[in-house]
Structures are given as C-alpha cells and as structure tokens.
C-alpha cells in the first residue's frame, strides 16, 4: 500500500494555500509582461510553466513522504472467539468483550495493519464468524460490533468443544496443502470460564498445542471497578524544531474516587520537562494538553553526546508518567513512551 504523509512544521492546508496564491501571482504577472506579443499559446504555456514551478517548490515547505508497504509471504493469523452462553449476558460480559476488540482504541484497530484477524461467538450451536480483515469494514468503527451479540444466549458453553473444532479445522481432510502453517494461527478467548458441557479445555488446550496453535485467554469474570488510572495514549507531533514549542496530549482513564489529586510528568532521560497536578473527576476518561519550550529538551538531549558532536536531526523519547498516592489498583499502566524527531535547521524556500 502506498501512504502519504507530511512532516513539515506547516500543516498541508496552509502550504496548499500559500501554494496557490503565489503560483497565481507568478502567472498574473508574467502573464502581463507577456501581453501584446504575438506568442500562440506559448502566451499561456510559459506563465503556467513558471506558475507550476512555483507551486511544486512552495509545496516541499510541507515536506511530503511517500511511503510504500509491502508483505512478503502470508500474514499470520489470529482467531477471536467470545463466548456466547446466557452466562456471558450477566454483567455486560459481552459487551465488554466486544468493546475490548472494536472501536478506534480496539485491539482489532491495533492489530489490523500486521496480522490477517477475524472474529466469532461459540455456544453448543458451534462457531459464528462475526467479522474479518478482509470484509471491508474498518476495525475503528464504533458501531462494527453492534450486531455481534446472539439472537438468543447458548444454554450451555461447551469451551473444549470449541477448541476441538479448531485441531479438526486445522488438519482435517479438508485442509489444503497450499494453506498456512499451523504455526500460524493464534487462537484468543474471551469467556467466563464457566465451561458446562463437553470435553474438558484443559485437554482440548493440549491438542491445540500439537499442532503448533497459540492459545491466549481473556478473563471476563464478574466486574468489580477498581480505583485505577492509567495512561492510554501519548501523542507527539512526529517532527518538530528545536526552537519550537511542543505541543501534545495524554488520553487518560481514571476510576479513582472524586476528588483524588495526581500528577502528570512529560519526562526525557530521567528529567522532568513538565509537570502538573490534576483532581480526578467522574469522567472515565480525559484527555490532557501539555505544552514543553524544545530548546531546554533539545540542550538536555546534546549534553547525552559525545563532544563535538553535531546533529541536524536528533530522536528523542519522551515519557508521560502518573504518579499517584496508595491505593490503586495497577501501576503498571501509568507510563507510556512517545517518539519524535528534531531537527536543528528549518526548511528554507528561496523564490527568484
């Protein structure tokens, strides 16, 4: 697939805009030098020529990147079942298992570009294929999984059954020789574990193994909130000067009580670049904004260089961490690294 993207510190629109309005000037006034001389259509020619030069150079104030992606050889693959026994309806089990995988932070949506994904419900009745990569709905749309629940809830939830099927789909008679390896295929469950008829999952677990498929579990047991907060996302602008101002957010979920104080810090190397303290609220989620100046950031970053040492652009990592009294339930999730570059030289255009 081919992607198109711009790194310049102007936004596509403006440099479009400036774009236009001087390669229009540029043919309004050569145009004009041109008027009264008997040229044909070279009258027209010549001034779009100019006019067209004009554009493409004050377009590169964008700094356009082409990038072109292929595959080699076949995506692996990785099968989503969720459980769809009448257990599965208590507590919203099921639909927090499809809100796990679909929408724009959905584990589908995170996976969608490296891995050939599908998903499907099992109860008694057997396997229902709900979506896949290939059927041309995106993973990101909020509303892909409003369908995926059963008509009506399987009476009993035969979890080795269902991973059973899987070895017998997997090297029965009718597998082909031309498909994937076995290695291939990654199996992931989302149930209760309230496993009620059939063979045993421990077994079914051991034969999935033979064959070389990866089995993962996802517990959705009863829900019981805990006070929590975590760093979901971390955005930086992908390029940026070093004497510029960096601007960025953290998406953060928050299921603290009312009325708890936390703090947010943008750390590079140990240091703290900035750093702010925030009340939780009852929102489950919000978004902050952060502004750093990059020339302290960037002096911080060259004393990590040997001496002498000159760079036109330089990586750099950042972290946004949460700090947060006693109490909670998971620290693990409140750090999350993002990545940018800068650059010490600006883009210069000079029109003749």
């Given at each position: 697939?081919?992607?198109?993207r711009?790194?310049?510190?102007w936004?596509?629109?403006?440099?479009?805009?400036?774009?236009?309005?001087?390669?229009?000037?540029?043919?309004?006034?050569y145009?004009r030098?041109?008027?009264?001389?008997?040229?044909?259509?070279?009258?027209?020619?010549?001034?779009g020529?100019?006019a067209?030069?004009?554009l493409?150079?004050?377009?590169?104030?964008?700094?356009p990147?082409?990038?072109?992606?292929?595959?080699?050889?076949?995506?692996?693959?990785?099968?989503f079942?969720i459980?769809?026994?009448?257990?599965?309806?208590?507590?919203?089990?099921?639909?927090?298992?499809?809100?796990?995988?679909?929408?724009?932070q959905?584990?589908?949506?995170?996976?969608q570009?490296?891995?050939?994904?599908?998903?499907?419900?099992?109860?008694?009745?057997g396997i229902v294929?709900?979506?896949?990569s290939?059927?041309?709905?995106?993973?990101?749309?909020?509303?892909?999984?409003?369908?995926?629940g059963?008509?009506a809830?399987?009476e009993?939830?035969?979890?080795g059954?269902?991973?059973?099927s899987?070895?017998?789909?997997?090297?029965?008679?009718?597998?082909?020789?031309?498909?994937?390896?076995?290695?291939?295929?990654?199996?992931?469950?989302?149930?209760?574990?309230?496993?009620?008829?059939g063979?045993?999952?421990?077994?079914?677990?051991?034969?999935l193994?033979?064959?070389?498929?990866?089995?993962f579990?996802?517990?959705?047991?009863?829900?019981?909130?805990?006070?929590?907060?975590?760093?979901?996302?971390?955005?930086?602008?992908?390029?940026?000067?070093?004497s510029?101002?960096?601007?960025?957010?953290?998406?953060?979920?928050?299921?603290?009580?009312?009325?708890?104080r936390?703090?947010?810090?943008i750390?590079?190397?140990?240091?703290?670049?900035?750093?702010?303290s925030?009340?939780?609220?009852?929102?489950?989620?919000?978004?902050?904004?952060?502004?750093?100046?990059?020339?302290?950031l960037?002096?911080h970053?060259?004393?990590r260089l040997?001496?002498?040492?000159?760079?036109?652009?330089?990586?750099?990592?950042?972290?946004?961490?949460?700090?947060?009294?006693?109490?909670?339930?998971?620290?693990?999730n409140?750090?999350?690294?993002?990545?940018l570059?800068?650059?010490?030289?600006?883009?210069?255009?000079?029109?003749?």
């Amino acid at each position: 697939m081919i992607y198109l993207r711009f790194v310049g510190s102007w936004s596509p629109f403006a440099t479009l805009l400036v774009a236009m309005l001087l390669s229009g000037l540029a043919f309004w006034l050569y145009r004009r030098q041109l008027r009264g001389l008997e040229l044909g259509w070279n009258q027209w020619v010549l001034p779009g020529l100019r006019a067209s030069a004009i554009l493409l150079i004050t377009l590169t104030l964008a700094e356009p990147i082409v990038e072109s992606r292929w595959r080699d050889g076949e995506p692996s693959r990785i099968q989503f079942l969720i459980d769809a026994s009448r257990s599965m309806s208590v507590s919203k089990r099921f639909e927090r298992a499809t809100q796990l995988l679909s929408g724009p932070q959905g584990i589908l949506a995170r996976l969608q570009n490296r891995f050939d994904t599908s998903v499907g419900r099992f109860s008694e009745s057997g396997i229902v294929e709900l979506w896949n990569s290939s059927s041309g709905h995106s993973p990101s749309d909020d509303s892909l999984a409003y369908d995926w629940g059963p008509a009506a809830w399987g009476e009993s939830s035969p979890i080795g059954d269902t991973l059973a099927s899987l070895v017998t789909s997997q090297t029965g008679p009718q597998s082909s020789d031309h498909s994937q390896t076995q290695s291939d295929l990654s199996v992931v469950l989302l149930s209760d574990g309230q496993n009620n008829s059939g063979r045993d999952p421990k077994g079914a677990a051991h034969q999935l193994h033979e064959p070389g498929i990866t089995l993962f579990t996802i517990g959705l047991a009863p829900f019981e909130e805990t006070l929590d907060l975590a760093v979901r996302q971390f955005t930086l602008p992908e390029r940026i000067h070093r004497s510029d101002a960096l601007s960025g957010t953290v998406s953060v979920s928050q299921t603290l009580a009312e009325g708890t104080r936390f703090t947010l810090q943008i750390e590079h190397a140990g240091a703290i670049a900035w750093s702010e303290s925030f009340i939780a609220t009852d929102e489950p989620q919000r978004t902050i904004e952060f502004t750093i100046p990059m020339a302290p950031l960037f002096e911080h970053a060259l004393t990590r260089l040997p001496e002498r040492t000159e760079v036109s652009r330089l990586p750099m990592k950042l972290t946004a961490r949460l700090l947060v009294g006693d109490g909670e339930a998971n620290e693990f999730n409140n750090a999350r690294d993002g990545h940018l570059l800068v650059t010490s030289q600006k883009p210069r255009v000079l029109l003749i």
